[in-house]
Each structure stands twice: as C-alpha cells, then as structure tokens.
C-alpha cells in the first residue's frame, strides 16, 4: 500500500532469517519509533527482497504462462489456467516499496560508502524495472513524497531505472576496484562486477523499450563472465546454510507446495527433449546435459540440477548479456554481427561450464554457419528468409538460457508484438489469450486512491508492447 511509508520502518529480520516463507512483516513494536539499523545490512534485505521479485513466487508463475513449467495442483494448478487474484501480488509490492526503496533512500541519505550507496541503487533498478515489465504502470516518483502516489507511464519507469543505474555506475566507477565489501551476499562487494550488472541492466531495459542500438552499446560493457554474473545463492554457506537460505527451487520442491508444480512436460522441457518433435537438438546441438539440469520436479532433486539447495539461481547473467548482444547486434548491424554473438554463447555452453547436470550425458554446441540459416538449412527447415531463421535461433536460445528468471515472459510478449511470425509457438494454457501483466496488488488498490479503476486484467499490453 501507497500511502504509509516510514523511512524508518525496517523490515530485516524476516527477510534475513526466513526468506522462503516469502512473507513480510514489520518488526517494529511502534512504527513510529526510529530503529537504528548499519547501512550493511540494510543493503542485505534490499538483496534479499530483490531475490523474491526477481525468483520467487511471480516468476515461477511466468514460468507457467511461457510453457517453461507447469502448475499442476492446488493454487499453481489454478494460477497455471490463468486464475489469479490481486492478493498474489501483495507480497512482491511490499517488497518493493518497502523492502527496498525505503531502505534505499536511508542509505543514499546517510551513508558516506559509495560502493554500498551504487550497490543499493543497482538493487533498486533491478527491481523498479521488473516491477515495470510485470504490472506495466506503477507508482515509483512520488513514492515517499506523496500519500496518494501516481502511477507513473511504464515507459517513464523505464527511464528512471536508466537514470538510477547512470547514478550507480558513477558512484561505483568513485570505488577503487579491489575493495570488496563481505556482506553483499551476491558479488562479495566487487565494485566492477557490480559495474557490469548494470550495464546489462541498462541493456535488458533497452531491449524492453526495443531501443537496440543503445541495448547494443550497453551490453558491450555488460556482464563478461560467469564470475561477474549476479545470482542467488552462490555465496549459499556465507549466509547460512539453513534451509530457509537455500534455492527457491529447493523450498517449493521440497516444502508445502512439493508436487504443485514440474518442469516435466513442459514446452521448455520438449524443446531440450531429443526424443520430441518439437526439439532444438540437431547434427550441432545435444541438449540433454542441459535438460537434465533444468528438469525441477519434486521426484527428482538432485544435487547436479538447479533443484539443488546450494544451485545458483540466476538474476543478470553472462548468457543473457551475450544474447542481448546477438540480438541487438544483429538488429543494429546485421546478421554476421548476430551470428557472431550467438557463437560465442554457444562456445561457452560448449564448455560445459554454465550448468551442471548430469555429467555423464552429452553436450554439444558446435558452431553455426551462415548456410546453417539459409533455405533448407538445419535452422530453417520452414524456408523462412535466414534474417529471420537467425533471429528466431536467437530469441529460442534465450528464452532456453534466461530460464529461472523473468526474461522469457519479457522477450516473448515484445517478440510478439513485432516479430509474430518467429516467436516461440508456445501452447496457451486456458481459453485463446496470452496473458500481458501480472495484476496490481491488492493492498494498493485498497490503500491508493489513485490505483486504477478497474485495474488491467491479465490480457491487457503493458505500454511497450502495444
């Protein structure tokens, strides 16, 4: 809700110690009553409550409406078939707003630490930005200033998040680059990897706002390696390895919900399926290592898979950075730029260093052609012109290598929008449309008299993806 926020409200203890009940509560006996609380570990529930946007309860239903798993029982059943209430997204506004807005305006005004203030701004991007991608207008410049916010145009959210991460950066490139700072749980404090993560932020939203040369540009200085990628869970024994700490995977699989949801059966899982006649494996490509890893079913947790309690969960990776760069390349300079780019993502999966899986199953990402792509090709058995059999190998690597994160809902509703004719032929699971948005939280309906009326339901486009 919109119109009570106490700067000094601090949601902590909750988000530290029992993230997976994913639920949030004021700790204050009187909210009016000032808690003192050091800019670390302020950062860490700003961290952990981006881990619940970008992971938790809201993605994994993406996940359902982009064939990436299925809900098959009880709530995820119903939310699988499109039936939502408002109330789903309570828990992610509250973790926005006051888990880390609140707490980032304390740090941007008191604290003298560069390196957590750009940290906290990168947060506060990361998650402004999604929250625009999955509600589309949304309150974010008169959010503490105002007891009845506006809802501000998804497009202007966008360019604040741009604004954010130009100020993170800035205050990040004051750092000298072999500080560290130990409790950001997610990059160790490293000033440069956090850097990166910003610029592919800035080119994940570019993307969004089909601005590719600037995507293009941005990507260039983005996240360059496995080591510089921002994920969950990797520093999984810093923070304790209970498990309220683990992979979010690992909670549901394993928890209440155990049995609700699979990656069985599901479009993604077809596409990795060798056996399937609609799978991606040909004469250069072997998914089953890959498959084996993304497989998430409560029947089969296993160490090697993304299951695992200790599994890395990603939220701005390398592979999505070097696919923005296919992407973008190849639309701002041409179809060898994009198959350049797309090569180098493929030489690294072929290394067998981006996921896990079962190691005695094979992998294979050879090289592609350009004959690859022509008329009759292994890529474009359809006849399809090879601009668009090459884009369409793009967009269907990514929506495969983004898995686990919000990316593919965000590509497949924009690639709809303008390039229908190659999008995923993902199946619609109830009725004839694809839900656009996810619903606004019914706490800000009830507490912001300017919520709209009636609120967009599931089937309305979000602004860009008119």
Same mark, same amino acid.
């Given at each position: 809700?919109?119109?009570?926020?106490?700067?000094?409200?601090?949601?902590?203890?909750?988000?530290?110690?029992?993230?997976?009940?994913?639920?949030?509560?004021?700790?204050?006996?009187?909210?009016?009553?000032?808690?003192?609380?050091?800019?670390?570990?302020?950062?860490?529930?700003?961290?952990?409550?981006?881990?619940?946007?970008?992971?938790?309860?809201?993605?994994?239903?993406?996940?359902?409406?982009?064939?990436?798993?299925?809900?098959?029982?009880?709530?995820?059943?119903?939310?699988?078939?499109?039936?939502?209430?408002?109330?789903?997204?309570?828990?992610?506004?509250?973790?926005?707003?006051?888990?880390?807005?609140?707490?980032?305006?304390?740090?941007?005004?008191?604290?003298?630490?560069?390196?957590?203030?750009?940290?906290?701004?990168?947060?506060?991007?990361?998650?402004?930005?999604?929250?625009?991608?999955?509600?589309?207008?949304?309150?974010?410049?008169?959010?503490?200033?105002?007891?009845?916010?506006?809802?501000?145009?998804?497009?202007?959210?966008?360019?604040?998040?741009?604004?954010?991460?130009?100020?993170?950066?800035?205050?990040?490139?004051?750092?000298?680059?072999?500080?560290?700072?130990?409790?950001?749980?997610?990059?160790?404090?490293?000033?440069?990897?956090?850097?990166?993560?910003?610029?592919?932020?800035?080119?994940?939203?570019?993307?969004?706002?089909?601005?590719?040369?600037?995507?293009?540009?941005?990507?260039?200085?983005?996240?360059?390696? =496995?080591? +510089?990628? &921002?994920?969950? $869970?990797? %520093?999984?024994?810093?923070?304790?390895?209970?498990? !309220? @700490?683990?992979?979010?995977?690992?909670?549901?699989?394993?928890?209440?919900?155990?049995?609700?949801?699979?990656?069985?059966?599901?479009?993604?899982?077809?596409?990795?399926?060798?056996?399937?006649?609609?799978?991606?494996?040909?004469?250069?490509?072997?998914?089953?290592?890959?498959?084996?890893?993304?497989?998430?079913?409560?029947?089969?947790? =296993?160490? +090697?898979? &993304?299951?695992? $309690?200790? %599994?890395?969960?990603?939220?701005?990776?390398?592979? !999505? @950075?070097?696919?923005?760069?296919?992407?973008?390349?190849?639309?701002?300079?041409?179809?060898?730029?994009?198959?350049?780019?797309?090569?180098?993502?493929?030489?690294?999966?072929?290394?067998?260093?981006?996921?896990?899986?079962?190691?005695?199953?094979?992998?294979?990402?050879?090289?592609?052609?350009?004959?690859?792509?022509?008329?009759?090709?292994?890529? +474009?058995?359809?006849?399809?012109?090879?601009?668009?059999?090459?884009?369409?190998?793009?967009? !269907?690597?990514?929506?495969?290598?983004?898995?686990?994160?919000?990316?593919?809902?965000?590509?497949?509703?924009?690639?709809?929008?303008?390039?229908?004719?190659?999008?995923?032929?993902?199946?619609?699971?109830?009725?004839?449309?694809?839900?656009?948005?996810?619903?606004?939280?019914?706490?800000?309906?009830?507490?912001?008299?300017?919520?709209?009326?009636?609120?967009?339901?599931?089937?309305?486009?979000?602004?860009?993806?008119?």
């Amino acid at each position: 809700m919109m119109k009570k926020y106490f700067k000094n409200i601090i949601y902590v203890s909750l988000l530290l110690t029992f993230l997976g009940c994913e639920k949030y509560l004021d700790i204050n006996e009187d909210p009016n009553v000032s808690t003192d609380v050091p800019a670390e570990l302020l950062l860490k529930s700003m961290e952990l409550a981006d881990v619940q946007i970008q992971s938790g309860h809201l993605m994994r239903i993406s996940q359902f409406w982009t064939g990436q798993m299925r809900g098959t029982g009880n709530l995820y059943g119903r939310i699988n078939n499109y039936i939502i209430a408002p109330e789903d997204s309570n828990d992610i506004w509250a973790f926005m707003y006051h888990g880390i807005m609140t707490q980032n305006d304390i740090i941007q005004e008191n604290s003298q630490n560069d390196l957590v203030k750009g940290i906290a701004n990168i947060i506060e991007a990361h998650g402004i930005g999604s929250m625009a991608s999955m509600f589309g207008d949304i309150p974010y410049s008169q959010v503490g200033i105002e007891q009845n916010a506006a809802f501000d145009k998804q497009a202007d959210v966008y360019q604040a998040a741009q604004v954010l991460l130009n100020t993170a950066i800035d205050q990040l490139g004051s750092v000298a680059t072999s500080r560290r700072f130990t409790d950001d749980i997610l990059l160790g404090g490293n000033p440069v990897s956090w850097i990166q993560v910003a610029y592919t932020l800035k080119a994940r939203y570019y993307m969004m706002t089909r601005e590719y040369g600037e995507a293009y540009q941005n990507a260039l200085l983005g996240v360059n390696s =496995k080591n +510089n990628s &921002l994920r969950y $869970a990797g %520093a999984y024994s810093g923070y304790g390895t209970t498990n !309220e @700490n683990s992979n979010l995977y690992n909670l549901i699989l394993s928890g209440s919900r155990s049995g609700d949801l699979t990656s069985l059966g599901s479009f993604n899982d077809n596409l990795l399926n060798a056996t399937n006649a609609t799978s991606r494996n040909n004469a250069k490509t072997n998914e089953s290592r890959r498959r084996d890893y993304l497989t998430l079913d409560q029947t089969g947790i =296993k160490s +090697n898979r &993304l299951s695992a $309690a200790n %599994a890395q969960m990603p939220l701005v990776s390398y592979e !999505e @950075n070097l696919l923005i760069l296919a992407e973008a390349g190849f639309r701002s300079s041409g179809f060898n730029e994009g198959l350049t780019r797309l090569n180098a993502l493929r030489a690294y999966l072929a290394t067998g260093n981006a996921f896990a899986g079962d190691a005695t199953l094979p992998i294979k990402y050879d090289s592609y052609i350009a004959t690859d792509f022509a008329a009759g090709g292994i890529e +474009n058995a359809d006849n399809i012109t090879a601009d668009k059999a090459l884009l369409r190998e793009i967009m !269907e690597e990514k929506y495969v290598s983004c898995f686990a994160t919000l990316v593919p809902f965000d590509d497949f509703r924009r690639i709809r929008a303008t390039d229908n004719s190659i999008a995923l032929q993902i199946p619609i699971n109830a009725g004839n449309l694809y839900p656009e948005r996810f619903l606004i939280a019914q706490d800000e309906i009830n507490g912001n008299s300017n919520s709209p009326s009636p609120i967009p339901d599931l089937f309305v486009k979000t602004q860009v993806n008119q």
